[in-house]
């Protein structure tokens, strides 16, 4: 081959070249992961489900979460910012149920696929799927427990519910009144508490799902409660603060069950040291990897249309089973769980 032949192929190979890279380039996905927070160890373990997800496909991961649970605003800016990015989609888990929801609509009408992780939206069909645990079923989980655990104490019980924030949203709601209706008292309006009029509710208080809020909610809660026997939590840092409380007034001692729901390994840690009862775990790393998985193919699996999400499950962890309650021990817990 002469020079100049040897150039037009050099030539032409850099051009398919550079069109190959320039196609690659064009078919990056950019896809979205938004959580309430970024220190809670839920959606810590949930992150690394979406970077891992992420890395397997190829894809673009842009992830954001809120200052503080409940924390709308931010996540509104990030939403705007995946939409100005040109993202095919975004996994996220609102703060607030309803207020988030119009952003969600200007998402889905600009074209990106919105799949809303463990705590719905209201209206639920707000988004294009949503996937999550069953919290209700959760809930009704820990109650059935506590009820079976206290026997024909449970009629005569003192009960105090740490929940998460003022504005109730969905999981907020779901968990609490399942864990109500599994112990047996009439929950009134299925989505909302605060209405019961079942004299063994003494207190609802607001923890937001943290330890120290958690601490200080339970301290209120005793004034009000000072022959509490039962605790109810949004999930185990709030656990965890409930007990120190208790432990600082010397209810310690067995005397109050606590009960929670996540399934984090230290909230595992603490039902096998007797801190927790027992505990719902959930699965967050399921929920960010399959979500990532049908934004960037573009496929659902297949949602029961009676609950209206893909249920990504539930199972009650405890050393102290009760009949009829299906439950693991801690051991098979901790194999199982995250954070």
């Not at 009144?177 to 989505?191: L, T």
């Not at 960037?296 to 297949?302: S, V």
Request: charged share 20%; hydrophobic share 45%; glycine share 10%.
């Amino acid at each position: 081959m002469g020079t100049l032949g040897f150039l037009k192929t050099a030539f032409a190979g850099a051009l398919v070249a550079a069109a190959m890279a320039g196609t690659a380039y064009a078919q990056e996905v950019t896809v979205g992961l938004i959580t309430k927070t970024e220190t809670n160890p839920f959606f810590v373990k949930m992150r690394e489900g979406a970077e891992a997800k992420a890395k397997e496909l190829n894809l673009k991961l842009i992830t954001a979460a809120g200052k503080f649970d409940g924390d709308n605003d931010a996540q509104v800016a990030a939403i705007e910012n995946l939409i100005s990015a040109g993202a095919k989609g975004f996994a996220i888990v609102p703060s607030d149920s309803k207020a988030i929801v119009p952003t969600i609509q200007k998402a889905k009408d600009a074209g990106l696929m919105v799949i809303v992780l463990d705590t719905p939206l209201d209206p639920m069909d707000a988004a294009t799927a949503t996937f999550a645990t069953d919290n209700r079923k959760a809930g009704e989980l820990i109650g059935k427990w506590a009820a079976g655990t206290l026997g024909d104490k449970a009629k005569d019980a003192s009960i105090v519910l740490l929940d998460l924030a003022t504005n109730q949203p969905t999981v907020d709601y779901l968990r609490d009144q399942g864990f109500m209706a599994g112990f047996g008292i009439d929950v009134k309006d299925p989505n909302k508490y605060g209405d019961e009029t079942d004299p063994r509710i003494c207190t609802h208080e607001i923890s937001q799902g943290d330890q120290e809020k958690g601490r200080t909610a339970m301290e209120n809660a005793l004034q009000k409660c000072p022959n509490v026997n039962v605790v109810y939590t949004i999930n185990e840092p709030a656990a965890a603060g409930a007990w120190e409380a208790l432990k600082a007034v010397g209810k310690d001692d067995g005397s109050v069950l606590i009960v929670s729901v996540d399934g984090g390994c230290p909230g595992v840690a603490n039902v096998k040291a007797g801190i927790i009862g027992a505990t719902s775990q959930q699965y967050p790393l399921k929920m960010a990897s399959m979500a990532l998985e049908a934004i960037a193919t573009g496929k659902l699996p297949e949602i029961d249309p009676k609950m209206g999400f893909f249920d990504t499950g539930a199972t009650l962890v405890t050393d102290k089973p009760v009949a009829g309650v299906d439950s693991i021990d801690t051991a098979k817990g901790a194999e199982l769980c995250w954070g």
